[in-house]
């Protein structure tokens, strides 16, 4: 059994995909399985990876009909054989001691997860993005970064319990994330920056439109989740913050950026009656009252007349 299955997405992206696999094939761990799923790419990207696979017997290449970032993924973990799991987005990168140390920090500690700091990876700049020390699952909950890409998972947590990324939306490490939580008994962190997240202007992230609005099924989905499972009532707090946090402030954020008028104003507008619909006392919430930092302070403020005017005046900012 490979110590890490390192799952990497390939869809059209002949110019970065090098680097990628140049960082996982220097790897320093010395049992790492490679699964490369070729989402149905219309460039060189298949060339590419051939190149790298008649040279490397640790890569497992797989093609499959385009279908999307969490479909690529979910295909990946069904070749996955290492006790552990780690997902790395093919325009990004890891520096070469990444899963070494991701391993030794998970066997050390008996964790079933672990998670690393990483590199904002701009054309001209670098920012180091550094985690909050979380010291429960309820404080997991309520800080932990949700992006796929930092984390290294005990393979049999995501089997056993049938955990997907949810196909055809945004915001699948969202769903993914909150619903891996609950099985995670232990974890640990490598407090250094070991991924780098490559900022490109043409990636999903930046290309804001409707499909915006796919935040309230996604955290619809996790709501459900935890009451399908039992576990709503206990972590009811961490879910009414949590919603108000990412609707209010990274998606909010999104949406303002949306260059139609139209849908803009709409999805905007739907923000707000979701959460207050969803969440009629979310101000009252105790995570948010403790909460001092930027973004607490302006969701505290946040009324259905000063969402109105915020969201105008910062239209401003992040268009």
Not at 110 to 127: A, L
């Amino acid at each position: 059994m490979p110590k890490v299955s390192v799952i990497v997405p390939v869809y059209n992206v002949e110019k970065y995909i090098t680097r990628c696999l140049t960082s996982l094939i220097n790897q320093t761990l010395d049992d790492l399985e490679i699964i490369l799923v070729n989402d149905g790419s219309q460039d060189n990207s298949e060339q590419i990876i051939r190149q790298f696979k008649r040279k490397h017997n640790n890569i497992i290449y797989v093609t499959k009909e385009n279908g999307g970032l969490s479909s690529a993924r979910n295909f990946g973990l069904i070749y996955a054989t290492g006790e552990y799991v780690a997902f790395l987005d093919s325009d990004d990168y890891a520096d070469r001691t990444t899963y070494q140390k991701m391993y030794e920090k998970a066997k050390a500690t008996n964790s079933d997860y672990v998670e690393c700091d990483f590199i904002w990876q701009y054309p001209d700049r670098q920012k180091i993005d550094t985690g909050y020390r979380y010291k429960d699952k309820k404080e997991m909950f309520e800080k932990a970064r949700v992006v796929a890409w930092n984390k290294l998972i005990k393979r049999d947590i995501i089997i056993n319990n049938k955990l997907e990324f949810p196909v055809g939306l945004y915001y699948e490490d969202v769903e993914f994330f909150y619903k891996l939580l609950p099985y995670v008994n232990s974890f640990a962190f490598v407090e250094e920056p070991l991924i780098y997240y490559v900022q490109r202007e043409d990636s999903i992230v930046n290309k804001q439109g409707a499909k915006t609005k796919q935040i309230f099924t996604v955290l619809d989905n996790v709501i459900e989740y935890y009451k399908k499972i039992g576990l709503y009532g206990e972590y009811e707090t961490q879910i009414e913050y949590t919603c108000a946090r990412l609707l209010l402030c990274s998606s909010l954020k999104r949406m303002i950026q949306i260059p139609d008028k139209v849908t803009r104003k709409l999805l905007l507008e739907q923000t707000w009656q979701n959460l207050n619909g969803k969440f009629p006392n979310w101000k009252k919430n105790e995570l948010l009252k403790k909460n001092n930092t930027i973004n607490g302070l302006f969701m505290k403020t946040m009324t259905n007349t000063t969402f109105k005017i915020y969201t105008k005046v910062l239209r401003l900012f992040w268009r």
